[in-house]
C-alpha cells in the first residue's frame, strides 16, 4: 500500500509536470507563430523599402563624389537639411494645411455631389435617362482642360482652385456608386420584396451595403484625382500652399525645396491612400476576397 | 379536417419564350391547402413546379388564376407567406444573427429575444455573429429558414431548399424542418425532386406532370412521424409514388436510394 503511494506519487508529478509543459510548449508556440508572422511582414516591408534604399545610397554616393551638379541633382543629405529648416520655420505645416484644406474642402463637396448623383441615377432610371448622357459626354473632357476657362472665369482665387478639384474628384465617385448600385444580386431584391422592406430599407439595408465596395473604391481613386487637381491648381498660380513652395522654389532654383515639396506631396497622397484602405478593410470584412 | 388557409386555382399560366412562342406551363391547377398542414410537391424537371410555388408566394403575378390567402387575394410578396430559396440568398455582409433579424433591429429586445429562440431552434447556438462565407450550405439553409421564421408566416413556402446539399446534411436538415413544424405547426408548402424527401416530410404529397404543368395525383400519407424510410409501409408509398411517374414513363427524377 505504501509502496504503492510512494509509486503513485511521482507518477501524479510527472503527469503535473507534463501537463504544464504541454502549456508552456503551447504558449510558446503561440508566441513563436505570432513571432513569425511579425518576422514575416517586417521581411515583406524590407523587401519593398530595398530597391529606394539602394537608389538613394546611389544618389547620396554620386553627389558626394560631385558626379552630378547639386543645382540640378541635389543629394538626399541636402533635401533633409532643406527639409528640416521648413519645417521648424513653420513654413512647411502652413503650405501644407493650405493644400490640405483646399483639397479636402474640393474633394468633400465634388465627392459628395458624385456620390449624391451616382446613388440618385443608380436608383432611379427616370433620372438616369435624363442627366447619365450628358454627365457622361462631360466626364470624357479632361478636367484639367477646363482650366484656362475656369482661370478666365473666376481668376486665380480660391474659387476656381476649389472648382477644379471638386469637379475631378465627382466623377469617379459618380460612376463607382452608380455601377455599384447597379451591380447589385436582384435576387437579393426578391428577398427584400418577400422580407417586406420598406423602400428606405430597400435602400439602407440591400442596396447600400451592397454597393458599398464600389463606393469605397469610387472614394479612393476620387481622393487620388483631387489630389491632382490641387497639384495643378496650385501650380498655376497662387500664393501659398505646397505648389507655391515648388514654383517659387524653381524661380530661385532651390531645388532642394522643389524635391521637398514633391515628396510631401507623394506622401501625403499615400497617407491618405492608405487611410481609405484601411477603412476598406474595416468595412468589407464579410468579403472573401483573394490576398496573394 | 380543419379550416382552408390557401386556395390556388390557376386555369392557365404561359410563358413567353425568348423565340416569342407562348408555352402552356401550368394547366387546370387546383390546390387548397388546411391550416398546419405539410404538403410537398413533386414533379419532373420543367413540371412548374417552383412556377407554381412562386405564384402561390406573389413573386410571380402574371397569371390569370387566383391564390387566395384565408380568403383575401394574394397580389405581392409578403411577410404572411415565408420564401426559401433554393440558394440560401443570406445578405453577404450582415453577420447569422444580423441576417435574421435583416430590416428589424436587435436593440429591440423583443426582436432579440425572438432571433435567439430562432437560433436554437435551426441549432446554431455559437455562430450568432459569423458571416455567410463563414457557413456550410447546410447552417446558411438554416439561417434562411429561420429569417423568414421570424417573421411568423402563415405559410412557408420552400423551394426545393434541401437540393444543392449533399445526403447526410439533407436528411439533418429535414430533421429540423420537421421539428420546427412540430414546434410551430406552421403551413408548409416545399417543393423537391426527391421522391423519399417528399414522402418522410408531407401529410400530402402532390405529384406533377410536365407540359403541360398539371396536378396528377394527391397522395395522402398517414404515416405516423418520426418515419422510418425502411420501414415496408414507407417502400409501400414509394412504390405508389413511383409507379404514377412510371405511368408517364417520366423518369427524369433524381432517385436518391436507388432502386
Not at chain 2, 397522395?219 to 404514377?244: C, G, H, M, N
Amino acid at each position: 500500500m505504501n509502496q504503492a503511494d510512494i509509486i503513485q506519487a511521482p507518477g501524479d508529478a510527472l503527469i503535473g509536470e507534463a501537463k504544464k509543459d504541454a502549456a508552456t510548449s503551447a504558449a510558446h508556440k503561440k508566441a513563436y507563430r505570432s513571432e513569425l508572422r511579425e518576422n514575416g511582414k517586417g521581411k515583406a516591408a524590407l523587401r519593398g523599402a530595398l530597391f529606394p534604399l539602394v537608389l538613394l545610397a546611389v544618389w547620396q554616393l554620386c553627389g558626394s563624389f560631385g558626379l552630378i551638379s547639386a543645382t540640378l541633382l541635389p543629394t538626399p543629405a541636402d533635401i533633409a537639411k532643406t527639409f528640416y529648416e521648413l519645417l521648424i520655420s513653420g513654413d512647411l505645416f502652413r503650405h501644407l494645411g493650405v493644400s490640405m484644406g483646399r483639397a479636402a474642402l474640393g474633394f468633400v463637396l465634388g465627392g459628395a455631389a458624385g456620390l449624391l448623383m451616382g446613388l440618385g441615377v443608380g436608383l432611379f432610371r427616370r433620372l438616369e435617362q435624363t442627366v447619365d448622357p450628358s454627365i457622361q459626354m462631360l466626364r470624357t473632357v479632361p478636367h484639367l482642360a477646363i482650366t484656362p476657362l475656369f482661370i478666365l472665369w473666376f481668376g486665380f482665387g480660391e474659387f476656381s482652385k476649389i472648382l477644379l478639384i471638386a469637379l475631378g474628384a465627382f466623377f469617379p465617385l459618380y460612376i463607382q456608386t452608380f455601377q455599384g448600385i447597379r451591380s447589385v444580386d436582384a435576387k437579393l431584391f426578391d428577398v427584400a420584396r418577400v422580407l417586406e422592406f420598406s423602400r428606405s430599407k430597400q435602400v439602407t439595408k440591400l442596396v447600400l451595403p451592397a454597393a458599398l465596395p464600389h463606393i469605397l473604391l469610387g472614394l479612393r481613386l476620387s481622393l487620388g484625382v483631387a489630389w491632382l487637381g490641387l497639384v495643378v491648381a496650385e501650380l498655376m498660380g497662387s500664393s501659398e500652399g505646397i505648389g507655391y513652395l515648388i514654383m517659387d522654389a524653381r524661380q530661385f532654383a532651390q531645388t532642394a525645396t522643389v524635391f521637398v515639396g514633391i515628396a510631401i506631396f507623394a506622401v501625403v497622397g499615400k497617407a491618405t491612400d492608405s487611410l481609405v484602405r484601411h477603412l476598406e478593410k474595416k468595412l468589407l470584412r464579410w468579403r472573401e476576397s483573394f490576398s496573394g | 379536417m380543419s379550416e382552408q388557409l390557401l386556395n390556388v386555382r390557376l386555369p392557365h399560366k404561359t410563358f413567353r419564350t425568348p423565340q416569342g412562342e407562348s408555352v402552356t406551363a401550368l394547366h387546370n391547377i387546383d390546390l387548397r391547402v388546411r391550416r398546419g398542414e405539410f404538403i410537398t410537391l413533386i414533379g419532373p424537371s420543367g413540371c412548374g413546379k417552383s412556377t407554381l410555388l412562386k405564384i402561390m408566394a406573389g413573386l410571380d403575378t402574371e397569371h390569370d388564376g387566383e391564390v387566395l390567402l384565408e380568403g383575401k387575394p394574394v397580389t405581392k410578396p409578403g411577410i404572411d407567406l415565408g420564401f426559401v430559396f433554393q440558394e440560401h440568398r443570406l445578405f453577404p455582409w450582415l453577420s447569422v444573427e444580423k441576417n435574421i433579424a435583416a430590416d428589424l433591429s436587435l436593440r429591440q429586445p423583443e426582436v432579440r429575444r425572438r432571433v435567439s429562440e430562432l437560433v436554437e431552434l435551426v441549432k446554431l447556438q455559437g455562430f450568432e455573429k459569423a458571416y455567410p462565407r463563414q457557413l456550410s450550405g447546410g447552417m446558411s439553409q438554416r439561417v434562411a429558414i429561420a429569417r423568414a421564421l421570424l417573421r411568423s408566416p402563415k405559410v412557408l413556402l420552400l423551394d426545393e431548399p434541401f437540393g444543392a446539399l449533399d445526403a447526410f446534411t439533407r436528411s439533418h436538415l429535414q430533421e429540423v424542418t420537421l421539428d420546427i413544424w412540430d414546434n410551430n405547426r406552421t403551413t408548409m408548402i416545399l417543393v423537391t425532386h426527391d421522391i423519399d424527401e417528399a414522402i418522410y416530410l408531407a401529410g400530402r404529397v402532390v405529384i406533377m406532370d410536365a407540359r403541360p404543368g398539371t396536378i396528377r395525383k394527391t397522395i395522402p400519407i398517414d404515416l405516423p412521424y418520426p418515419r422510418k424510410k425502411a420501414s415496408s409501409s414507407f417502400q409501400e408509398l414509394r412504390t405508389i409514388v413511383l409507379r404514377e411517374f412510371e405511368r408517364v414513363e417520366e423518369l427524369e427524377l433524381v432517385d436518391s436510394s436507388g432502386i
